[in-house]
């Protein structure tokens, strides 16, 4: 069964930096398109980035652009969310997850619509 699990999450100062990794088993995560969705308390889902099996085209919610980047090291069967220039609004439970080669377009995107899921980490942005 496809897994996807997430590690990295943790407290961190305002200005600080966070690598989010999502180590796949049960597949190989160059054939998924691999997202990154957060969900803070009392507000919806929100997709973060995403990167496509095709031709490793990234994507990022306007909101993190510039500040995060989102990789995958095949090889390791890993991807990963660096995460810089942290913000309280940063503060959410962090999601993995994959889907079909290409990433979600539009609102999809925007919404983290994807068929598998990890667990989820969390990370707290605060002084």
């Known amino acids: 069964q496809l897994q996807l699990v997430e590690s990295g999450g943790g407290l961190v100062q305002p200005g600080g930096s966070l690598r989010l990794s999502c180590a796949a088993s049960?597949?190989?995560?160059?054939?998924?398109?691999i997202g990154w969705v957060r969900q803070a308390p009392g507000k919806e889902r929100e997709g973060v980035s995403c990167i496509s099996s095709l031709d490793g085209s990234t994507y990022y919610a306007d909101s993190v652009k510039g500040r995060f980047t989102i990789s995958r090291d095949n090889a390791k069967n890993t991807a990963y969310l660096q995460m810089n220039s942290l913000i309280p609004e940063d503060t959410a439970i962090y999601y993995c997850?994959?889907?079909?080669?290409?990433?979600?377009?539009?609102?999809?995107?925007?919404?983290?619509?994807?068929?598998?899921w990890g667990q989820g980490t969390q990370v707290t942005v605060s002084s």
């Open positions: 997850a994959a889907d079909s080669a290409l990433c979600p377009v539009g609102f999809a995107f925007d919404k983290g619509v994807y068929n598998y």
């Open positions: 049960a597949f190989t995560l160059d054939d998924y398109a």
